[in-house]
């Protein structure tokens, strides 16, 4: 049926970019990879129980730190377009991308640069990336999306800067990373990444203007499916809340002239830095302690933003502690 055809194009999808990400990054850059244990023992021991879990094989991947069906979030810093997929292209081995791409991370990504038309919003959802309105906030489809992959035991990657940012400080951590971690049915674990040297390969166009959705008082309801498929330039929320246009922020430009600004480059220096997992159990636990005892009150929800923005204040420390790392070698 259309479901399997759906899953067939995008395991092919997967296939296909996670294996030009791989050659790419380990034929033609520089790839140094720091800790990289942390990450084989979190993420690619991940990727085998998940498919062995698929295939109805018994037992776990022995030699990993991560129980077998625990989801995952992976959390980097953002300094160019292409950092997903490339950074999967030099952590992950090839044969993950050949043998089991559907275990392979989803991603939030921003719609107004991955999903407009129709051909990108197509391939972007077979290569298991969710958009996301930058602006429209925690009760956005896209973060309902990604709790429902982690909630099916899946690995999310976000990127909590919430832009592309090739200076040398790291931008505030947004809350909706907390949200995912806070609200998962089981609580993920949580791995830092932080790269350095991704910009030289496609650096930022100098045309690129950041420009933040403007949003407006008009309201009218959205579906998440027509977000994924549709190729308009504005998406709308819930009845009653506020309408976001979402404003290109592509380069401008004749064409084959963006095309040969944006050309990646290659022999760059990439050093990729793999920090602690980080578990937040014991802070999910004491909000869901202080939830119950304040049920029925208006407390809850104050309750829940502060632990989101504590959650992600901690995951910005470690990927702060990476980056004095980064600079010190």
Not at 21 to 37: A, E, P
Not at 149 to 169: A, C, I, M, Y
Not at 272 to 282: C, N
Request: glycine share 8%.
């Amino acid at each position: 049926g259309i479901n399997m055809m759906h899953r067939v194009l995008s395991g092919a999808v997967l296939s296909a970019t996670g294996s030009a990400s791989y050659l790419f990054m380990n034929m033609l850059q520089r790839v140094q990879i720091h800790n990289y244990g942390a990450f084989h023992d979190i993420v690619s021991n991940f990727v085998d129980n998940h498919a062995r879990k698929v295939s109805g094989a018994r037992g776990a991947v022995s030699g990993g730190t991560l129980p077998p069906h625990r989801p995952i979030i992976t959390v980097s810093n953002h300094s160019c377009n292409a950092d997903d997929p490339l950074l999967w292209g030099a952590l992950l081995p090839l044969r993950h991308f050949l043998t089991h791409p559907h275990a392979i991370r989803w991603v939030l990504g921003a719609q107004e640069v991955c999903f407009t038309n129709k051909l990108l919003s197509h391939y972007f959802t077979l290569g298991q990336v969710i958009p996301c309105i930058r602006g429209q906030g925690l009760m956005q489809p896209a973060v309902g999306t990604a709790l429902e992959k982690l909630n099916q035991g899946g690995w999310v990657h976000v990127f909590p800067e919430g832009r592309v940012n090739q200076s040398d400080t790291l931008l505030k951590c947004r809350w909706g990373v907390g949200k995912l971690v806070a609200m998962a049915d089981t609580t993920p674990i949580v791995l830092p990444l932080y790269h350095r040297g991704m910009q030289d390969i496609i650096p930022l166009d100098p045309s690129y203007v950041y420009m933040p959705p403007i949003i407006s008082s008009s309201s009218s309801p959205s579906n998440p499916t027509d977000m994924i498929a549709s190729s308009s330039s504005s998406s709308s929320l819930q009845d009653g809340q506020p309408h976001v246009t979402v404003t290109s922020s592509r380069p401008k430009g004749p064409l084959l002239e963006r095309i040969w600004r944006n050309m990646p480059s290659v022999n760059k220096k990439v050093d990729i830095y793999v920090g602690k997992p980080i578990d937040f159990t014991e802070e999910v636990s004491q909000l869901k302690k202080k939830c119950k005892e304040e049920e029925g009150t208006d407390r809850i929800d104050l309750l829940q933003k502060q632990t989101f923005s504590n959650i992600a204040a901690k995951i910005e420390v470690e990927l702060r502690r990476l980056q004095e790392q980064a600079k010190g070698t």
